[in-house]
């Protein structure tokens, strides 16, 4: 059974910092490129950054571009993606999402799992 499981949210105040990480298990991770979305209320879920299988290719939504970042451990089975400067509008709930073979794709449908989400609440 395959299982992705967030860890890492919480309530940070405006400027600072968190890093979620996702766990992965049941599937050969370093076959999967891994993603991280994000899903506020009332709206629909979004990308935020993708990394592909090896690690060797990134992408991220413009909007996080310079403060967040992805990485990966396959050696862990697990896909961390640093936060920093966060802004409230980065309130909402994140979800990390796998994907085989893919490359970094910003879209929903290149992932195959998802997991259950962690939230962000940023404080002004």
């Known amino acids: 059974q395959v299982q992705l499981v967030e860890s890492g949210g919480g309530l940070v105040q405006a400027g600072g910092s968190l890093r979620l990480s996702c766990a992965a298990s049941?599937?050969?991770?370093?076959?999967?490129?891994t993603g991280w979305f994000r899903q506020a209320p009332g709206k629909e879920r979004e990308f935020v950054a993708a990394?592909?299988?090896?690690?060797?290719?990134?992408h991220y939504a413009d909007s996080e571009k310079g403060r967040f970042t992805i990485s990966r451990d396959n050696a862990k089975n697990t896909v961390y993606l640093q936060m920093n400067s966060l802004k409230p509008e980065d309130t909402a709930v994140y979800y990390c999402?796998?994907?085989?073979?893919?490359?970094?794709?910003?879209?929903?449908?290149?992932?195959?799992?998802w997991g259950q989400g962690t939230q962000v609440t940023v404080s002004s």
């Open positions: 999402a796998a994907g085989f073979k893919g490359a970094s794709s910003p879209y929903k449908g290149a992932y195959d799992y």
């Open positions: 990394i592909n299988w090896s690690g060797s290719s990134y």
């Open positions: 049941g599937l050969a991770f370093s076959s999967y490129a």
